[in-house]
């Protein structure tokens, strides 16, 4: 009977994700993390080897191949533990828990993640990458393993010690118990002031390498520039995001930017791409282009969609990412020789323009950029550079692909789908909003009994969601709200917060990241902290923020005014991860909208405000008939419409109606 509730075999064959199938040929005998294997660890007394990685991950690959792939690793894993699994893609609550004991072990985080865990799932040591034998400083994996089991058999004790102080830190840091704090502008301020200090203001990001995208610091300098007319925070916005779009971390050829630089100049990407990433970036050149009417940006944004619509697309929805890696070599796709490229007079200005060389920019091989001085170029070149271009994305279509991780994300499809419908208002561009609602309609057709997936691959559907598939799906909603003035969008919203609130409120008001069905884990993850993107509270103060305003719900308002205040008292008590909160209660403290009240949406007015978004603002028409009676803010009164106007509400405050797009531009336009 033993035998047959725990095989002895590899069981990711049949998982929902990819980045598991990848690992389904391995010898070791992996199981994906659920009761199932956490009661085989707790019957037969094994510690647990717990891998947490994702389908883009280069050195989880690495780690594969040298260990999970070789039979004497594989032997040494199944004799001495139970093997799981995970996908921190699709299970981002046990990233986050195990992540957390790693940092309290001293450790710097990465992936692969790899714990020793209890059979109960405490974990009591970990590490991330490690090669089969020790090199690179690091100790093999073969005497890790070996040392581990024998600790776990022989100094019992010394575990108990390290399960309750890494237990504690896990709580600690991830379930925060903490005052509420009440929303003051002041905080905000100083925290962008802080973000500003640590920018690079001659190469934008964060000073020091790695650089990455730093999406929710990106927010809070913006913020700040509307909120106050910090016109240093719009301008170290600015140069972040035009030097990585020039830099090599953007793909040139073919759109769409990498996770990070490895080095601080913006040049040497980790190659892969993620589509959170990409619906970020759209979003923040959306806004760039309207400050600016800089070109770059509004190209960068054409390229993007022109990957997503070419590369990305799975059933309707958005893939997850691509890989680094092809043929076993990282960034092998999109780096390129001198004998390469076409040796043609025509092909000499891309060189000089596209930092192509002999010796190259990394490791005897070009990474394309535009980063150095002669960047800048006249119209007649740019169009005979972009024809060298399509001749070379032609050439580097016949490479092996990057493998792609299929899966469809739903809190990152929200994410794409929010930004596709914000700049296809400012562009104009309805191939871009029929591409995010084909999203959209995919997503709400893959529920079942009112709850959304976290996962879809397939005929595969991964349940329960979690909060920030709600949230980020209530912002996407929101967005094709305003794009459309369809109000079915806000009928959605409504329906996914009342499945939020059921399904992830927790007995203290606030919200968790994991359902409440969602069991098998050590601690009930809060999501307070940031990632690559905001936080998952972060998401849902915004959602639950715009929600209000577009609904005119006062009760709705109050709440989401409570659950900022609780947050920000959670967050101030972190080191870092803190922005995605921050910037969203800064939203509920001033709520805007403006109302549009006109014959037709299509009018000048509405015209008007698409060229000016506003991540604060929420826009809203009413279609105009005489004397019209409507109420611009909960509890005010009725006022009665004479002519067509537009109405700017600041909180309880409307500023006097205008009427043409001249005056409504005065109110719109950022002012320094």
């Given at each position: 009977m033993w035998i047959t509730m725990h095989q002895q075999a590899n069981l990711l064959g049949h998982e929902s994700s990819p980045y598991l199938r990848q690992h389904a040929n391995n010898p070791v005998h992996w199981r994906p993390w659920g009761n199932s294997a956490l009661n085989e660890a707790r019957e037969t007394g094994k510690p647990i080897l717990l891998s947490v990685g994702y389908a883009a991950c280069h050195w989880c690959h690495v780690m594969a191949h040298e260990c999970f792939e070789d039979a004497e690793v594989a032997t040494l894993m199944n004799a001495l533990y139970v093997?799981?699994?995970?996908?921190?893609?699709?299970?981002?609550?046990?990233?986050?828990?195990?992540?957390?004991?790693?940092?309290?072990?001293?450790?710097?985080?990465?992936?692969?993640?790899?714990?020793?865990?209890?059979?109960?799932?405490?974990?009591?040591?970990?590490?991330?990458?490690?090669?089969?034998?020790?090199?690179?400083?690091?100790?093999?994996?073969?005497?890790?393993?070996?040392?581990?089991?024998?600790?776990?058999?022989e100094d019992r004790g010394r575990v108990a010690q390290n399960v309750e102080a890494l237990a504690a830190h896990v709580s600690g840091r991830l379930d925060v118990k903490a005052e509420a704090s009440p929303l003051d502008q002041h905080l905000f301020d100083q925290f962008a002031a802080n973000i500003y200090g640590m920018v690079d203001l001659a190469k934008g990001g964060l000073s020091g390498a790695p650089k990455f995208p730093n999406a929710p610091f990106m927010d809070t300098l913006w913020l700040s520039w509307l909120r106050n007319g910090e016109k240093t925070h719009r301008d170290a916005f600015l140069v972040s995001l035009r030097t990585m779009l020039q830099g090599g971390i953007y793909d040139h050829l073919g759109g769409g930017l990498s996770r990070y630089s490895v080095d601080d100049q913006w040049l040497?990407?980790?190659?892969?791409?993620?589509?959170?990433?990409?619906?970020?970036?759209?979003?923040?050149?959306?806004?760039?282009?309207?400050?600016?009417?800089?070109?770059?940006?509004?190209?960068?944004?054409e390229e993007t969609v022109g990957w997503l619509q070419r590369e990305m697309l799975v059933d309707r929805r958005f893939a997850s990412s691509l890989d680094a890696d092809s043929e076993?070599?990282?960034?092998?796709?999109?780096?390129?020789?001198?004998?390469?490229?076409?040796?043609?007079?025509?092909?000499?200005?891309?060189?000089?323009?596209y930092d192509v060389s002999e010796q190259g920019n990394w490791e005897g091989k070009t990474?394309?950029?535009?980063?150095?001085?002669?960047?800048?170029?006249?119209?007649?070149?740019?169009?005979?550079l972009k024809r060298a271009r399509q001749v070379l994305f032609a050439i580097r279509d016949k490479r092996v692909r990057p493998g792609r991780d299929d899966k469809a994300l739903t809190d990152w499809n929200g994410l794409m789908i929010r930004a596709l419908a914000?700049?296809?208002?400012?562009?104009?561009?309805?191939?871009?909003?029929?591409?995010?609602?084909?999203?959209?309609?995919?997503?709400?057709?893959?529920?079942?009994?009112?709850?959304?997936?976290?996962?879809?691959?397939?005929?595969?559907?991964?349940?329960?969601?979690?909060?920030s598939d709600y949230a980020a799906m209530i912002n996407a909603a929101l967005s094709c709200y305003q794009a459309t003035q369809d109000k079915a969008f806000v009928e959605d919203a409504r329906r996914w917060l009342v499945a939020l609130g059921r399904w992830h409120r927790t007995a203290d008001g606030n919200y968790a990241l994991s359902a409440s069905d969602g069991a098998n884990v050590i601690v009930r993850v809060r999501g307070d902290q940031d990632e690559a993107i905001p936080s998952a509270t972060g998401q849902i103060v915004e959602a639950i923020a715009r929600l209000a305003v577009v609904t005119g719900d006062e009760t709705l308002r109050q709440h989401a005014e409570k659950i900022a205040e609780n947050a920000l008292g959670r967050v101030l008590q972190q080191r870092y991860g803190q922005a995605g909160v921050l910037n969203s209660a800064s939203l509920v403290l001033e709520p805007m909208k403006l109302i549009v009240v006109t014959p037709?949406?299509?009018?000048?007015?509405?015209?008007?405000?698409?060229?000016?978004?506003?991540?604060?603002?929420?826009?809203?028409?009413?279609?105009?008939?005489?004397?019209?009676?409507?109420?611009?803010?909960?509890?005010?009164?009725?006022?009665?419409?004479?002519?067509?106007?537009a109405y700017l509400c600041r909180g309880l405050v409307c500023l006097a109606p205008v009427e043409t797009a001249g005056e409504l531009e005065t109110l719109l336009r950022p002012v320094p």
């Amino acid at each position: 009977m033993w035998i047959t509730m725990h095989q002895q075999a590899n069981l990711l064959g049949h998982e929902s994700s990819p980045y598991l199938r990848q690992h389904a040929n391995n010898p070791v005998h992996w199981r994906p993390w659920g009761n199932s294997a956490l009661n085989e660890a707790r019957e037969t007394g094994k510690p647990i080897l717990l891998s947490v990685g994702y389908a883009a991950c280069h050195w989880c690959h690495v780690m594969a191949h040298e260990c999970f792939e070789d039979a004497e690793v594989a032997t040494l894993m199944n004799a001495l533990y139970v093997n799981i699994k995970v996908d921190r893609e699709e299970r981002p609550d046990i990233d986050q828990i195990y992540m957390a004991a790693l940092a309290a072990m001293g450790e710097q985080g990465g992936w692969p993640l790899t714990m020793f865990l209890t059979p109960e799932a405490k974990p009591f040591w970990g590490g991330t990458y490690f090669p089969k034998h020790s090199r690179y400083g690091r100790p093999g994996f073969i005497d890790v393993l070996q040392s581990i089991a024998r600790v776990w058999r022989e100094d019992r004790g010394r575990v108990a010690q390290n399960v309750e102080a890494l237990a504690a830190h896990v709580s600690g840091r991830l379930d925060v118990k903490a005052e509420a704090s009440p929303l003051d502008q002041h905080l905000f301020d100083q925290f962008a002031a802080n973000i500003y200090g640590m920018v690079d203001l001659a190469k934008g990001g964060l000073s020091g390498a790695p650089k990455f995208p730093n999406a929710p610091f990106m927010d809070t300098l913006w913020l700040s520039w509307l909120r106050n007319g910090e016109k240093t925070h719009r301008d170290a916005f600015l140069v972040s995001l035009r030097t990585m779009l020039q830099g090599g971390i953007y793909d040139h050829l073919g759109g769409g930017l990498s996770r990070y630089s490895v080095d601080d100049q913006w040049l040497v990407p980790h190659f892969e791409k993620m589509l959170y990433d990409n619906a970020q970036f759209i979003r923040h050149a959306t806004y760039a282009y309207a400050e600016t009417g800089d070109e770059l940006f509004r190209i960068r944004i054409e390229e993007t969609v022109g990957w997503l619509q070419r590369e990305m697309l799975v059933d309707r929805r958005f893939a997850s990412s691509l890989d680094a890696d092809s043929e076993g070599e990282e960034g092998r796709f999109y780096v390129w020789t001198s004998g390469e490229i076409p040796d043609r007079p025509e092909f000499e200005t891309f060189r000089r323009a596209y930092d192509v060389s002999e010796q190259g920019n990394w490791e005897g091989k070009t990474i394309l950029n535009r980063l150095h001085k002669r960047a800048s170029l006249d119209v007649g070149i740019e169009q005979q550079l972009k024809r060298a271009r399509q001749v070379l994305f032609a050439i580097r279509d016949k490479r092996v692909r990057p493998g792609r991780d299929d899966k469809a994300l739903t809190d990152w499809n929200g994410l794409m789908i929010r930004a596709l419908a914000e700049a296809s208002r400012l562009f104009a561009h309805q191939d871009w909003l029929d591409l995010a609602l084909a999203s959209y309609r995919s997503i709400s057709e893959s529920m079942v009994d009112g709850r959304l997936p976290h996962s879809v691959l397939g005929d595969s559907r991964l349940f329960p969601g979690l909060s920030s598939d709600y949230a980020a799906m209530i912002n996407a909603a929101l967005s094709c709200y305003q794009a459309t003035q369809d109000k079915a969008f806000v009928e959605d919203a409504r329906r996914w917060l009342v499945a939020l609130g059921r399904w992830h409120r927790t007995a203290d008001g606030n919200y968790a990241l994991s359902a409440s069905d969602g069991a098998n884990v050590i601690v009930r993850v809060r999501g307070d902290q940031d990632e690559a993107i905001p936080s998952a509270t972060g998401q849902i103060v915004e959602a639950i923020a715009r929600l209000a305003v577009v609904t005119g719900d006062e009760t709705l308002r109050q709440h989401a005014e409570k659950i900022a205040e609780n947050a920000l008292g959670r967050v101030l008590q972190q080191r870092y991860g803190q922005a995605g909160v921050l910037n969203s209660a800064s939203l509920v403290l001033e709520p805007m909208k403006l109302i549009v009240v006109t014959p037709d949406k299509d009018d000048e007015l509405m015209e008007l405000a698409s060229r000016f978004p506003d991540p604060r603002r929420t826009d809203i028409w009413i279609e105009f008939n005489t004397n019209k009676k409507i109420e611009l803010v909960p509890g005010a009164g009725e006022v009665t419409i004479k002519k067509p106007a537009a109405y700017l509400c600041r909180g309880l405050v409307c500023l006097a109606p205008v009427e043409t797009a001249g005056e409504l531009e005065t109110l719109l336009r950022p002012v320094p």
